[in-house]
T-cell receptor
Framework: DTGVSQDPRHKITKRGQNVTFRCDPI?????LYWYRQTLGQGPEFLTY????????KSRLLSDRFSAERPKGSFSTLEIQRTEQGDSAMYLC????????????FGPGTRLTVT | ELKVEQNPLFLSMQEGKNYTIYCNYS?????LYWYRQDPGKSLESLFV?????AVKQEGRLMASLDTKARLSTLHITAAVHDLSATYFC???????????FGKGTKLSVKP
């Protein structure tokens, strides 16, 4: 399977704990995006990478969130000191270099903060 | 502020009927995307509409784009239960390519 993969698929954590998610994009894709989707809403943009450089962050991305993409391959999204409001589906997408190229989404990581 | 608005947000249809979902957006965009999402699943790309007047069809779904009116439609012909899902439209939010999504239209097709 050469699509976008994400790990874990589900994560349950207690409030105040740190969590880290991983995304492996389609190998030829230079751009990698993170989105968050809450129940009944469309995905909302969090941040994106072009190769290893993080080029834009949404105002939704508080200081407790950090993302990396070492060597321009896989990416990690870490949430520190989780809050109940962080409960959501975290989606990763990748695309070719030009911004207008279609984005392909991974299966998502469902985070539940208790 | 960039906005993408879909209507209706909920749609209950009988099998065999036709209906249209509308997607309006607030800024100029020369392309628009339609995605399908099944419950608890990720987004599946349905259509990429690349220019004004673009029309694409796949099975019982047909999508069109009018960039002058900032409107896209997703037409469902002779609905079947397998089409039950949430449908999202999206445009690029800026020069960096991030997508701005509508709230989605939850479609339920009943026998």
């Amino acid at each position: 399977d050469t699509g976008v993969s994400q790990d874990p698929r589900h994560k349950i954590t207690k409030r105040g704990q740190n969590v880290t998610f991983r995304c492996d994009p389609i190998s030829e894709h230079n751009r990698l995006y993170w989105y968050r989707q809450t129940l009944g809403q469309g995905p909302e943009f969090l941040t994106y990478f072009q190769n290893e450089a993080q080029l834009e962050k949404s105002r939704l991305l508080s200081d407790r969130f950090s993302a990396e993409r070492p060597k321009g391959s896989f990416s990690t999204l870490e949430i520190q000191r989780t809050e109940q409001g962080d409960s959501a589906m975290y989606l990763c997408a990748s695309s070719f270099l030009l911004p207008a190229y279609e984005q392909y989404f991974g299966p998502g990581t469902r985070l539940t903060v208790t | 502020e960039l906005k993408v608005e879909q209507n209706p947000l909920f749609l209950s249809m009988q099998e065999g009927k036709n209906y249209t979902i509308y997607c309006n957006y607030s800024t100029t965009s020369d392309r628009l995307y339609w995605y399908r999402q099944d419950p608890g699943k990720s987004l599946e790309s349905l259509f990429v509409l690349l220019s004004n007047g673009a029309v694409k069809q796949e099975g019982r779904l047909m999508a069109s784009l009018d960039t002058k009116a900032r409107l896209s439609t997703l037409h469902i012909t002779a609905a079947v239960h397998d089409l039950s899902a949430t449908y999202f439209c999206a445009i690029h939010g800026g020069s960096q390519g991030n997508l701005i999504f509508g709230k989605g239209t939850k479609l339920s097709v009943k026998p």
